[in-house]
C-alpha cells in the first residue's frame, strides 16, 4: 500500500493528474517487484480537493488505470470522498507468489553477498520520479535466474544509503560499498545536476525515487 499527498509526493503546479496517477499505481507495483512476486489486482483511495473539478480525477484514475494495465493488474475496487484539503491517493496492490518462486523478502542478506542495483541512481527529481516503469518483470528474472542464491531484496524509493541500511538492520549483517562502484551507477541526471564528485555521489547514495532494485545476491553457487 502506497499513500501519496500533494506537496510530498507531487506538485500540481508542475505534474499533471495522468502522471500523478502512474506515479500512485507504480509506487504500489515497485513495492511488488521488491519482493518479486505478481501483481493480481489493486484498490484505489481518492481524497479528492472541492476547490477542482472532479473531471481531473478522470485524468489521474486514466494515468493510473494504464500503470496497472501494464502489468495485468485490474483495479477492483477502492473509494472517493471529497475534502476541503490537498489531494490524496493511496493505492494498494494484492499479489501472489510466482509459481516456483517464494517471495524475497529483505532480512536474508548474508555476509558475503555481492550487492547490486538494476540500473543508474540520482537525480530523479528531473523526471523519474513521475515516469519511471517498475521493476517486475527484472525481478521475477532475477528470482528465476538466481533462485536460492537471491537472498535480499529491496526497491530504492529513499535513497541508496537508507534503503542499503534497512536491509543490513533488518538482516542483522553489514555493508561496505565501494565508492568508485557508487559512482559507475550515477544517472545522466545525476551528472547534469551534480557540481562536483561529492554532490553526484550524494545523489547516489540518497536522492529518492528512483524505483531501482537493491540486491543482495551470493556471487558464486550455493
Known sequence: SDLMLVGVHFDLAEHSLTA????????????????????????????????????????LMGGLIDALARFDCALVGGDTTGWPHGLAV?????????????????????????????????????????????????????????????????????????????VIEASGVGAVLDAEAVMAVASQAARALANDDTALREQVLRDGEDFELLVFSACEPA
Open 20 to 59: 500523478v496517477g502512474r506515479k500512485a499505481a507504480g509506487c504500489a507495483l515497485s513495492d511488488c517487484a521488491a519482493m518479486a512476486v505478481e501483481p493480481l489486482a489493486a484498490t484505489v483511495s481518492l481524497a479528492w480537493p472541492r476547490d477542482r473539478d472532479f473531471a481531473g480525477a478522470r485524468a
Open 90 to 166: 493511496d493505492v494498494n496492490v494484492l499479489a501472489r507468489p510466482y509459481p516456483g518462486i517464494e517471495p524475497v523478502r529483505r532480512d536474508g542478506a548474508r555476509a558475503g553477498d555481492g550487492i547490486f542495483v538494476t540500473g543508474p541512481l540520482g537525480g530523479s527529481i528531473a523526471g523519474k520520479h513521475l515516469d519511471f516503469v517498475p521493476r517486475i518483470a527484472e525481478a521475477r528474472a532475477l528470482a528465476t535466474a538466481l533462485g536460492p542464491r537471491l537472498h535480499a531484496l529491496i526497491d530504492i524509493t529513499d535513497g541508496l544509503a537508507i534503503d542499503c541500511d534497512r
